[in-house]
């Protein structure tokens, strides 16, 4: 079993049930969510939009490789409704975004996987969910 810690986000329709329907695809999809951190309102990052986003974090155990989460989160997306993706750095509203953060120890620089998110650190929107998940032995 694996561990894989996932930010969330979204800015369009009902944000609140965009969280709870992705966490809840996470579970049939990904694994079993262990936590789930609160609901953190948060202005756009990397560019403008009058639609304030809502951001979460979660942790789940996995058997899924780093790519079979990469393809089960895309999937989770697109059935959700995402139908852009941000490319070099051009960012959009949208009604979900799930990040990888973090996968048990693993570092993966791939072009379309990088693991540890490299900008997370950057993001106050995702430490903070994540700070409040992180299971720090």
């Known amino acids: 079993m694996h561990t894989v810690y996932l930010g969330l986000g979204t800015n369009l329709g009902d944000r609140r ?3 709870e329907d992705a966490v809840r695809l996470l579970g049939e999809r990904v694994g079993t969510v262990v ?10 990052w990397g560019f403008s939009s009058a639609n304030m986003f809502v951001n979460a974090a979660v942790c789940v155990d996995t058997r899924l490789t780093p790519r079979g ?3 089960a989160t895309q999937a989770i997306e697109r059935d959700m409704g995402r ?3 941000s490319v070099d750095g051009q960012y959009h509203d949208r009604l979900i975004d799930i990040d990888i953060l ?3 120890d693993l570092h993966i620089d791939e072009p379309d996987l990088k693991i540890p998110h490299p900008l997370m650190h950057e993001r106050e ?3 903070l969910p994540l700070g409040e998940i992180l299971d720090v032995e």
Not at 35 to 44: I, M, V, Y
């Open 83 to 85: 139908t852009v993706k």
């Open 102 to 104: 973090l996968y048990d």
């Open 125 to 127: 929107f995702v430490m």
């Open 35 to 44: 936590r789930l951190s609160g609901l953190h309102e948060t202005a756009p």
């Open 69 to 71: 989460v990469l393809e």
């Open 17 to 19: 049930r965009n969280i």
